[in-house]
């Protein structure tokens, strides 16, 4: 037990939630941004969806608009005339940036503290996100520069199976110990 | 699942299938993270459902105390972050202000979420409404919000420093009131004739010496009292904003009726209790620190409203010869009053404490431009009746205002009773 503890009346969200959502906002310039870069011509009511979509999502980021916001993006930058262009790493790390800091503020009410750990935990997973990104455009450009198409698309092919077997042992392991209600 | 998992879900799968339409392998760059994030998430989905409860760490608490509020998730290893949110109803405050909080947690160890939550009012109070959601590993999954159930904690009246004079009737064995007889205390009463039974240290040896006869220093007796607190609950005058704001007329009966216990039994004396309200609590008199917690107790229930039989004839108080009955009420109802006088004509000292001031009065009855002010106005006029009616058979009426409210009254009162006066039994 203690004493007398001061009664706040009206409660605003903090700078902490502020400065979170404003990632939302950020990540999608990011995409906008990278995308005029690699030679996308976008139209000021595109980019006004994007941005808008993503004032939503920071708004709300629990709701469906960010499935909006992230295949808005996605199509902002198949506008762009090179489909190899580095810049496809920006608007992939832009992308992440605007999902991951609507989930970790989707965790809570918006008057609630941001979370510190889950800040940085998310932050170390976005990185191994974007390495995988990393990997697929690298695999890309090798396979673009490899003389033979037939190899590619054998790569393709095996990668395709090792991920329908383990989608399938996860499936099946899942099934076999779940809980009896 | 997520809406962050959906949402990257969606979006992994609707890229891939438009990269591989269009052929534009720069868009699987783009999905691959959400495929790889929600691959993750589905891997770590939770196996059994979660549980949590609520624990307060004080049930029983003085208004104004906090305590901790614990809500114990189960589970840790499959949970990654945890949410509560406490919503509290009026007069009741919990820490952080923003009523969320939010752990990881770490190393496989049972999360706590805690909030700090203090009653600013007496009466028995819930604690709030709290809600609980958790999210599995890599965010897929999430568990709630899950409403808990509420837990109430009791919050006893604050007990003010108060202290008073001596009660005029004291006729019990302990205490610290003055006896009108001679006793065993500290009181200096008169220098007398030696009795058997004296000791000999309180032997006055000048006097002895003096009148050739031995003589004693004598002292009055130190008695307790029987105190009857009378409180009258029918009804719950002005809007009360517990500690931090307004008091209304039933947090001032309430607060000094403990006070006047606290007072009474920290001296040795007897205190009983009867509210007059809705609940018709009745404690018979007793003494101790266990007396006057189950006395809080009581009164932390009282619940304002109209007694189911109100009226000298129904009511029967237990009060003993001698006893003290101070009755704390705003002098509103008239069969209140009855009962006062029904009390003073049986030869009890009867004492009001008046707790209804002009700062609590309703904010209609202050607005000129309202017809409540003139219903105010012919209501204090009976109450001012009342008054008149009682202090014209003797019962005093003082308005409350802390300690020394019944010191110049008891004194009045020791005179009094020590003149013979005529009494209907």
């Known amino acids: 037990m203690s004493a007398a503890m001061a009664v706040q009346r009206r409660i605003y969200p903090g700078l902490d939630q502020v400065a979170l959502r404003t990632m939302v906002v950020l990540g999608a310039v990011a995409v906008v941004t990278a995308a005029q870069a690699a030679g996308a011509r976008l139209d000021s009511w595109e980019q006004g969806i994007v941005l808008g979509l993503a004032l939503i999502t920071a708004y709300r980021p629990e709701s469906v608009t960010g499935v909006g916001l992230l295949a808005g993006s996605a199509y902002v930058w198949a506008l762009t005339p090179e489909t190899l262009s580095p810049l496809v790493l920006v608007a992939a790390a832009g992308m992440l940036l605007a999902h991951l800091a609507a989930q970790v503020a989707a965790q809570g009410p918006a008057r609630m503290r941001v979370d510190g750990v889950q800040v940085r935990r998310w932050a170390a997973r976005g990185l191994l996100l974007w390495l995988s990104a990393a990997v697929v455009w690298g695999l890309t450009v090798g396979v673009d520069d490899l003389p033979q198409r037939r190899l590619a698309y054998a790569l393709g092919l095996t990668l395709l199976t090792v991920i329908a077997v383990a989608a399938t042992r996860l499936v099946r392991s899942r099934a076999d110990v779940a809980p009896t209600q | ?425």
């Open chain 2, 1 to 425: 699942m997520t809406g962050a998992w959906v949402r990257a879900t969606s979006v992994a799968a609707i890229v891939t299938l438009v990269a591989v339409a269009l052929g534009r392998p720069d868009l699987l760059v783009l999905a691959a993270p959400f495929a790889l994030l929600c691959a993750l998430g589905a891997v770590h989905a939770p196996r059994n459902p979660v549980t949590a409860q609520v624990r307060l760490a004080d049930h029983w608490l003085h208004e104004g105390q906090s305590t901790t509020l614990r809500i114990l998730p189960g589970r840790a290893g499959e949970l990654e972050q945890v949410t509560a949110t406490l919503a509290v109803p009026a007069f009741v405050v919990r820490q952080p202000a923003k009523g969320s909080v939010s752990v990881t947690p770490r190393d496989g160890r049972d999360p706590a979420l805690e909030f700090l939550v203090s009653p600013r009012r007496w009466g028995v109070r819930s604690t709030g409404t709290s809600m609980i959601a958790a999210t599995s590993h890599w965010g897929g999954y999430r568990w709630g919000p899950q409403r808990l159930p509420e837990a109430t904690v009791v919050a006893l009246p604050e007990a003010r420093a108060f202290n008073s004079g001596e009660t005029p009737h004291p006729v019990g064995l302990i205490g610290q009131n003055r006896s009108r007889r001679g006793g065993d205390g500290s009181e200096f009463f008169a220098i007398r004739p030696f009795q058997p039974g004296d000791r000999l240290r309180r032997v006055n040896w000048r006097t002895t010496l003096r009148t050739g006869e031995v003589h004693a220093v004598g002292t009055t007796a130190q008695e307790d009292s029987s105190v009857l607190l009378l409180l009258d609950a029918t009804s719950d005058v002005g809007a009360s904003g517990g500690l931090d704001g307004e008091v209304n007329a039933l947090d001032v009966g309430v607060r000094a009726a403990s006070a006047l216990a606290a007072h009474h039994i920290q001296v040795g004396d007897r205190v009983a209790l009867r509210v007059l309200g809705r609940t018709n609590q009745t404690l018979g008199p007793g003494s101790g620190v266990r007396h006057q917690r189950r006395l809080q107790e009581l009164l932390a229930q009282v619940q304002p409203g109209w007694p189911d039989l109100l009226g000298a004839r129904h009511l029967r108080f237990r009060a003993g010869a001698g006893t003290v009955v101070v009755v704390l009420s705003p002098m509103l109802t008239p069969e209140v009053t009855t009962v006062m006088v029904t009390l003073a004509r049986r030869g009890l000292t009867v004492v009001v404490v008046d707790t209804l001031t002009p700062e609590i009065f309703p904010e209609p009855a202050r607005n000129p431009r309202t017809a409540a002010r003139l219903a105010w106005r012919i209501r204090l006029v009976e109450r001012q009746m009342q008054i008149t009616e009682v202090t014209r058979r003797g019962i005093p009426v003082v308005p409350w205002h802390g300690p020394g409210t019944l010191d110049e009254v008891l004194r009045r009162l020791a005179r009094r009773s020590r003149t013979p006066r005529l009494m209907t039994r």
